[in-house]
């Protein structure tokens, strides 16, 4: 099973995908990748995931996977020699799944809404919220990482994937609003994990250039302020 042919369908400026990515690179699976065209959806997309027709999709053989943070667990579970990606503790694997499901539901949908804002008073109260939910996201390093580099310890593990991936949309985020929203001065030990993070080998060529995401950025949020007509 973990021999036969593994394809991800994907785009490069997808954080979903890169989850997926990194957690293939973690384990050293080769694979072919199939690009998708944001905005558009292929045939091959909408036969693989046709209950939500997102991408990432990890075609495993025969076999299909949908949902990113399944992916992730699924190719930790697969390809199971070396260290897993979620803690051995049964609390602590709770709690880095109770995490990841707050970055979804809260923290990408509050970077998102900066994006979405349509004033500059929204825009201000959308950055604040960012910048709670960073505050508590710091709080939730220090107990996770217990001391040590990563959410998940000594190296790069489930958690670490979950919040790392929007680094990329993070920045954007910064550079496009002339603010910070993770720095030495507020958050100091995310700042110090998001350079890890970003350095590690196993994210390193899969994390976009901000200079190229923001392009890609600026015409996908022009979309949001004039959404195309019915
Ligand atoms: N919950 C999904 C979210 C995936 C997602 O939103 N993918 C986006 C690309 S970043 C997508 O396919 N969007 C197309 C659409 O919404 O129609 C996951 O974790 O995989």
Known sequence: ???????????????????????????SVGYEFLEETLGTKSQLLLQSNPVHKKIPVLIHGDKLVCESLIIVQYIDEVWSS???MLPSDLYDRATARFWAAYIDDKWFPSLIGIAKAQDDG????????????????????????????FFGGDRVGYLDIAFGC?????????KMN???????SKTPQLAQWAERFCADPAVKDV?????????????????FKNP???
């Open 207 to 223: 994390m976009p250039e901000t200079d190229k995401l923001a392009e890609f950025a600026k015409v996908l949020f022009a979309k």
């Open 1 to 27: 099973m973990a021999g036969d042919a593994v394809k991800l369908l994907g785009a490069w400026p997808s954080p979903f995908v890169m989850r997926a990515q990194i957690a293939l690179n973690l384990k």
């Open 82 to 84: 070396g260290p897993g």
């Open 178 to 184: 002339g603010v910070e929203l993770i720095s030495r």
């Open 228 to 230: 195309p007509s019915q």
């Open 122 to 149: 929204a825009k201000k109260a959308a950055i604040e919220q960012v910048s709670e939910i960073l505050a508590v996201l710091e709080d939730a390093f220090t107990k996770c990482s217990k001391g040590k580099t």
């Open 166 to 174: 929007f680094l990329g949309w993070l920045r954007v985020t910064e």
